[in-house]
């Protein structure tokens, strides 16, 4: 274990996992036979020429890079510490570029780029690039939504697209948002949200109720996308942002 950790821990195994997990997610995706629900809502949103944010609980992440439809490369933020490297490493083999910092929690994540990542995702939202985002990440509570995603839109006028990606078969991994890792050779579905527009001049209520609102429509999807393979919907209760 400790000898796994330090080869994961250096560039050069960092280079060989996200290779391999890349081709793990491709044969995922090629031997899934998959369903989609809502898929027109992203291809029609960057249609009109901007951006948009795309949210899924962190969960729910490794399906995502094989079902982006835009011309342009999508986004995604992720921390710089922890399994961000991995992630990063593993998203560059689909065209996925990084953006590289936190917005969970502005006022305590100063030294994790959170200022910097919000002033680079903004700037590429306003040139008509897509950013996505995980708003439970990067250490929970899990299917807890952080307000910076809220703040994001706000400020940007972008459009935030709720997303769950999932198969029927997978295995939990026992980390704080209950990873689940996709396995092969089963059924799988993706299921798209309406689009949501946040006004930019709305008092702390109003973001609050945003934020419950986005939170909301992301549990709604995934409880959707669970539904549509015969399992119980994973849920969570809207309250205090964290």
Same mark, same amino acid.
């Given at each position: 274990?400790?000898l796994g950790?330090?080869?994961?821990? !250096? #560039?050069?195994?960092q +280079?060989?996992?996200?290779?391999? =997990?890349?081709?793990?997610i491709?044969?995922?995706?090629?031997?899934?036979?998959?369903?989609v629900?809502?898929?027109? =809502?992203?291809?029609?949103?960057l249609?009109?020429?901007?951006?948009?944010?795309?949210?899924?609980?962190?969960?729910? %992440?490794?399906?995502?890079?094989t079902?982006?439809p835009? +011309?342009?490369p &999508?986004? %995604?933020?992720?921390?710089?510490?922890?399994?961000?490297? &991995?992630?990063?490493?593993?998203?560059?083999?689909f065209?996925?570029?990084?953006?590289?910092?936190s917005?969970?929690r502005?006022?305590?994540?100063r030294d994790?780029g959170?200022?910097?990542?919000m !002033?680079?995702?903004?700037? %590429?939202?306003?040139?008509?690039? #897509?950013v996505?985002?995980?708003?439970?990440?990067?250490?929970g509570?899990?299917?807890?939504?952080?307000?910076? $995603? $809220?703040?994001l839109?706000?400020? #940007?006028? +972008?459009?935030?697209?709720?997303?769950? *990606?999932?198969t029927e078969?997978?295995?939990?991994?026992?980390?704080?948002?209950?990873f689940?890792?996709? &396995?092969?050779? #089963?059924?799988? =579905?993706m299921?798209?949200?309406?689009?949501i527009t *946040?006004? !930019?001049? *709305?008092?702390?209520?109003?973001?609050?109720?945003?934020?419950? !609102?986005?939170?909301?429509?992301?549990?709604a999807?995934?409880?959707?996308?669970?539904?549509? &393979?015969?399992? +119980?919907?994973?849920?969570?209760?809207?309250?205090?942002?964290?």
């Amino acid at each position: 274990m400790r000898l796994g950790k330090r080869f994961l821990g !250096r #560039s050069p195994g960092q +280079a060989v996992a996200g290779f391999l =997990v890349a081709q793990y997610i491709r044969l995922v995706n090629l031997t899934t036979r998959w369903q989609v629900r809502n898929g027109q =809502v992203i291809p029609d949103l960057l249609a009109q020429g901007g951006g948009i944010i795309p949210v899924t609980w962190h969960g729910r %992440l490794m399906m995502v890079p094989t079902a982006w439809p835009g +011309a342009k490369p &999508l986004h %995604l933020l992720v921390s710089r510490h922890g399994d961000g490297e &991995l992630i990063a490493r593993v998203m560059a083999h689909f065209g996925i570029t990084m953006v590289r910092g936190s917005t969970h929690r502005p006022e305590r994540d100063r030294d994790k780029g959170g200022a910097p990542a919000m !002033r680079q995702m903004l700037a %590429l939202l306003k040139q008509g690039h #897509s950013v996505g985002l995980t708003p439970d990440g990067p250490r929970g509570p899990a299917m807890r939504l952080s307000a910076g $995603v $809220v703040a994001l839109a706000r400020l #940007s006028g +972008a459009p935030i697209v709720p997303v769950s *990606i999932c198969t029927e078969r997978y295995y939990v991994l026992g980390s704080w948002d209950r990873f689940r890792f996709a &396995l092969p050779f #089963s059924c799988g =579905v993706m299921v798209f949200g309406d689009p949501i527009t *946040i006004e !930019r001049k *709305i008092d702390a209520l109003a973001q609050e109720d945003a934020r419950c !609102r986005v939170e909301a429509a992301l549990t709604a999807v995934t409880a959707q996308a669970d539904r549509m &393979l015969g399992q +119980a919907p994973a849920n969570a209760l809207c309250g205090k942002a964290p």
